[in-house]
């Protein structure tokens, strides 16, 4: 990003795990509402853009999983559905001329790249990067377990810890300013060491929270939010992290109501 210069502020918008096509459509409204009104001159897609159920590994769990020739074309219909998705994002991001643009792989993303190893036949194409057109679309790309760091702030999926307090877990193995997703939740934790303090951040997801589109948690109730982030970096790689909550389809920015439904 280079130096900042005293007083000056640069912008991002932080989004988690959309899972296309399994996003929710009044929470991604929101979203794009935000980009509008922010208008960020940095993108970061902290991963999970697209559920991949073709190529998940879980569907054939304890089953023989079937020809190549079978799963293909449930595999290029989710090509097909995240790329729409994120042609969503990328306009709204187009029009407020936002150019610099991060996407972090998330582990349902790098299952892309596990079935081109399963099937070593497969063009690169195949490759989550290259399925998404990562390159074409202006994203710098970031590969599964690989750290993102902007000014005092790293990013990365979210993967690595989990545990009921998953940010303070974060902030006790890497010591350093951190946010991600995954977890699917909202949560925040501080900790102040002799070098001064370090936060970790989870913020939450944008995907579809209805029973019926995760029937895989087989009815337990679960304790995910709908939210992104905006993160203003200023003066030497100090930021300001500002976790927008999305509710019922609603939210408010800098004094403005979207409302995504």
């Given at each position: 990003m280079g130096r900042w210069k005293k007083g000056t502020v640069k912008r991002a918008i932080v989004t988690p795990d959309k899972h296309f096509p399994l996003a929710d459509g009044p929470a991604m409204n929101c979203l794009t509402q935000a980009i509008e009104i922010v208008k960020p001159e940095i993108y970061i897609d902290l991963g999970d853009v697209g559920e991949w159920a073709g190529c998940s590994h879980w569907q054939w769990n304890r089953k023989k999983r079937p020809?190549?020739?079978?799963?293909?074309p449930f595999i290029d219909q989710d090509i097909e559905d995240v790329n729409?998705?994120?042609d969503v994002v990328d306009k709204a991001l187009n029009k407020v001329k936002c150019k610099e643009r991060h996407m972090i792989e998330g582990n349902h993303d790098a299952w892309m790249n596990a079935f081109v190893v399963e099937n070593p036949f497969l063009k690169d194409e195949y490759l989550f990067k290259n399925a998404?057109?990562?390159?074409a679309r202006?994203?710098?790309?970031?590969?599964?377990g690989d750290?993102?760091?902007i000014g005092k702030l790293s990013f990365y999926h979210g993967n690595h810890y989990a545990s009921v307090n998953h940010t303070r877990n974060h902030l006790t193995r890497l010591g350093t300013n951190v946010m991600y997703g995954h977890?699917?939740?909202?949560?925040q934790s501080s900790v102040t060491h002799l070098g001064g303090q370090k936060s970790a951040w989870s913020i939450g997801c944008l995907k579809d929270m209805s029973k019926d589109k995760n029937a895989w948690l087989g009815g337990r109730q679960h304790n995910w939010s709908h939210a992104f982030a905006v993160v203003d970096f200023y003066d030497k790689g100090?930021?300001?992290?500002?976790?927008?909550?999305?509710?019922?389809?609603?939210?408010?920015?800098?004094?403005e109501v979207l409302d995504g439904n």
């Open positions: 020809p190549l020739e079978y799963q293909l729409a998705g994120m998404v057109n990562l390159r202006g994203y710098n790309y970031h590969k599964n750290f993102l760091t977890h699917h939740d909202i949560q100090r930021f300001t992290v500002h976790v927008v909550q999305i509710v019922d389809g609603k939210t408010s920015l800098w004094g």
